[in-house]
C-alpha cells in the first residue's frame, strides 16, 4: 500500500523559513510526479509545486515563486519544500502527493496518493 507522510510543519514568524519533508513508501515515488499542495481555511486545496520524476522539471505557483524551492532524493524516498520569507498568508495545512505515473499536472484532482497534511502557521 502507497503510502505519503509529510513533517517539518509549525508555528513561525513572518520572514521566518520552514523545510517539510515527505517521505515516501510503498510501491511509489521514484517514477512519478509529485507535489506540493495547500489549503487554507474556507479555501480550496490548490498547487504550490510540482516536481518531475528525475526532478528536472519543477513549476511554482506564482506567490511562493523565489521564496520555495521543491526538491526530491528518489535514492532516500522523500521530496522536499524549503520555506523561505514565510508570509501570513502562507498559513494552511500543507498535502504533498504524487500521481500514479509521471505526467505532468497542476491539478489536485489528477494524484492519486495523499500525505495526511502538516500544518504551517506564520504570525505577522
Known amino acids: 500500500q502507497a503510502r505519503l507522510v509529510e513533517s517539518g510543519g509549525g508555528l513561525v514568524q513572518a520572514g521566518s523559513s520552514l523545510k517539510l519533508s515527505c517521505v515516501a513508501s510503498?510501491?511509489?515515488?521514484?517514477?512519478?510526479?509529485m507535489g506540493w499542495f495547500r489549503q487554507a481555511p474556507g479555501e480550496e486545496r490548490k498547487v504550490v509545486a510540482i516536481i518531475s520524476r528525475r526532478g528536472t522539471y519543477t513549476y511554482y505557483e506564482d506567490s511562493v515563486q523565489g521564496r520555495f524551492t521543491i526538491s526530491r532524493d528518489n535514492a532516500k524516498n522523500t521530496m522536499y519544500l524549503q520555506m523561505d520569507e514565510l508570509k501570513p498568508e502562507d498559513t494552511a495545512v500543507y498535502y504533498c502527493?504524487?500521481?500514479?505515473?509521471?505526467?505532468?499536472?497542476?491539478?489536485?484532482?489528477?494524484?492519486?496518493?495523499w500525505g495526511q497534511g502538516t500544518q504551517v502557521t506564520v504570525s505577522s
Open positions: 502527493a504524487a500521481r500514479g505515473n509521471d505526467a505532468i499536472s497542476y491539478k489536485p484532482g489528477e494524484y492519486q496518493h
Open positions: 510503498g510501491p511509489i515515488f521514484t517514477s512519478q510526479t
